[in-house]
């Protein structure tokens, strides 16, 4: 908490430092408990997502070998593959349940 003590007392263009500001009345801050949820979402997120998004793209080039033949023969096709496992992983507590009837 020593970065949020220093912000509070001297503010500055930092995302926290707005949500700790913004909208208050003059010399007042959000409670710590407010903003918390929301950097534990964006720490959660840095670990996790990346990781995600690598499995995502990795399961579905294993799974459609021709795709993985594609990348191996044009690297330069990589961030388009990478893009597309991206765009199939759900952000934090978004996913859906899947139920096959």
Same mark, same amino acid.
């Given at each position: 908490?020593?970065?949020?003590?220093?912000? !509070?007392?001297?503010?500055?263009?930092?995302?926290?430092?707005?949500?700790?500001?913004? *909208?208050?009345? $003059?010399?007042?801050? =959000?409670? =710590?408990? /407010?903003? /918390?949820?929301?950097?534990?979402? /964006?720490?959660? *997120?840095?670990?996790?997502?990346? @990781?995600? @998004?690598?499995?995502?793209? &990795?399961?579905?080039?294993?799974? =459609?070998?021709?795709? &993985? $033949? %594609?990348?191996?023969? $044009?690297? %330069?096709? !990589?961030? =388009?593959?990478?893009? $597309?496992?991206?765009?199939?992983?759900?952000?934090?507590?978004?996913?859906? %349940?899947?139920?096959?009837?």
């Amino acid at each position: 908490d020593p970065l949020i003590d220093k912000w !509070i007392v001297e503010p500055d263009d930092s995302a926290i430092s707005h949500w700790l500001h913004d *909208g208050m009345p $003059e010399g007042k801050v =959000r409670d =710590r408990e /407010y903003i /918390y949820p929301t950097l534990f979402v /964006y720490l959660l *997120g840095a670990m996790q997502e990346p @990781g995600h @998004g690598m499995a995502s793209t &990795l399961v579905g080039l294993f799974t =459609r070998p021709e795709q &993985l $033949e %594609a990348v191996i023969d $044009e690297p %330069a096709l !990589i961030p =388009r593959a990478i893009s $597309e496992g991206m765009r199939w992983t759900s952000p934090i507590w978004s996913a859906t %349940a899947r139920i096959s009837t």
